[in-house]
């Protein structure tokens, strides 16, 4: 049986290696965090959020999902968002994809994989949203790449409607919500033209985006 022991040891050098550096490392961090950005993204292993930006334990708040979707019924991310926007004062929410997203082409692909097909039925759902758009883009893989960038839209969308980010820009809190994707052949990130800090701004690009 394998007990796993050498992540522990990777474990042990790298919290050696953080005390030689900074001394006072663990402690500082040991009871507070102070971060500014709540990242939802996907739970793709290749992807790491903080080291993606560049920023340090404690920084950013992070949920992850198959696919980055954004549920109103799925009480875990809910529950974050929730946390984030008034414990923790987040003032960036970032929604963030990824081209190649295995959860995003099996939706596409109506692959059956059993109970998560139900979970994948939310990007389908974007899909008849945007079926014109997609439609219309005749190159399959750039077809693919689209669904990936329509699905951030979608689920950026889905967070700004949520109770706690409305109540917090009924409140006039500084809170700004994004939707980025992350291309890993390249490993960087990309602005998707979404970037909401009130209602007035939502409805606006809805109108401007959505409806056009």
Not at 76 to 81: A, E, F, K, W
Not at 93 to 111: F, P, Q, R, T
Not at 143 to 155: D, G, S
Not at 165 to 179: E, F, S
Request: net charge negative.
């Amino acid at each position: 049986m394998d007990t796993l022991d050498y992540l522990l040891e990777n474990n042990a050098r790298w919290a050696e290696e953080m005390k030689t550096k900074d001394a006072e490392y663990f402690s500082r961090i040991y009871d507070v965090q102070t971060p500014k950005y709540l990242w939802i993204g996907c739970s793709d292993s290749r992807i790491s959020a903080n080291m993606t930006m560049g920023l340090k334990p404690g920084e950013l708040f992070v949920h992850r999902n198959i696919a980055n979707v954004v549920v109103h019924t799925d009480m875990n991310c809910l529950s974050v968002i929730q946390f984030a926007v008034e414990a923790l004062g987040v003032e960036h929410i970032i929604v963030c994809g990824h081209y190649n997203c295995g959860g995003v082409k099996a939706a596409m692909e109506n692959v059956r994989f059993g109970l998560i097909d139900n979970w994948l039925r939310h990007i389908q759902d974007v899909m008849r949203t945007h079926e014109a758009t997609l439609e219309a883009i005749e190159d399959e893989l750039n077809r693919f790449y689209k669904l990936c960038e329509l699905n951030v839209l979608e689920q950026t969308l889905n967070v700004c409607e949520t109770t706690f980010v409305r109540d917090a820009w009924q409140k006039g809190q500084n809170l700004t919500v994004h939707g980025w994707i992350y291309d890993m052949r390249e490993g960087y990130l990309k602005k998707l033209g979404i970037h909401l800090g009130n209602r007035e701004q939502l409805e606006s690009f809805r109108r401007r985006v959505i409806y056009k």
